[in-house]
């Protein structure tokens, strides 16, 4: 389908040596990029100056499964969690503020993402952005990540927002996808290892944040995501 073409010419022309860069996912119809961060959450009397960090003795590891016992984190439950925002988690680890923030906080169990809540808030936040337009979506192939995915259609026109959901959960939002409505305000782009990315036109930047339930971070052409 014609309206697809440019999505298909620009994704046969990824550069693999830019794969840390948003500007090798995002068409360049859309100039304004963010990745969207997925909500976090945190266990409010978790003990993190007494959880060990390293787990190479016998000491560290009888502390380690004494605390996650008592906090009964070892299937990390999501109504365990408080959800804060990755400016609280940057505070209260001293770790800088962006996207890289979860990156920098010492690996424990008393913060975790919250992929339900999440998700439930992405859905809001697309409904909010379509109002009443028609959306498309195109999954793309990837050399390099192969998912078996012959099931599937490689394009989708006028596609519900229930039917893009049901792929992408199915899928762990790891497919090569990007959806995007007919007058190209704004597309959401997935793909394996990578963060979620919007991009929008920069005249709607403030109108998209404003929209958006989840936390966005914006990333400049020659900025590293990671």
Request: net charge negative.
């Amino acid at each position: 389908m014609k309206i697809f073409n440019d999505f298909k010419n620009f994704y046969n022309n990824q550069n693999s040596e830019k794969w840390n860069f948003a500007e090798n996912y995002v068409p360049e119809i859309f100039e304004s990029r963010f990745i969207v961060h997925w909500v976090y959450g945190i266990i409010e009397k978790f003990p993190f100056e007494k959880y060990p960090l390293k787990n190479e003795t016998f000491v560290d590891q009888n502390k380690r499964v004494k605390i996650e016992r008592e906090f009964n984190v070892l299937l990390k439950k999501e109504e365990l969690y408080k959800p804060v925002s990755i400016k609280f988690l940057s505070e209260k680890f001293n770790v800088e503020y962006s996207q890289k923030t979860v990156e920098l906080i010492p690996e424990n169990p008393g913060v975790h993402s919250l992929e339900n809540l999440s998700i439930n808030k992405l859905k809001e936040s697309l409904e909010k952005l379509k109002k009443k337009s028609k959306l498309n979506l195109l999954i793309y192939e990837n050399d390099e990540y192969n998912y078996r995915i012959e099931e599937l259609q490689r394009e989708y026109e006028n596609i519900s927002l229930e039917k893009y959901f049901e792929i992408q959960e199915l899928y762990s939002f790891q497919l090569n996808t990007c959806l995007f409505e007919d007058n190209l305000n704004w597309c959401l782009v997935t793909t394996e290892d990578i963060p979620i990315l919007l991009g929008c036109k920069k005249g709607l930047e403030s109108e998209i944040e404003q929209k958006m339930n989840l936390e966005l971070f914006k990333i400049e052409n020659k900025q590293e995501m990671f």
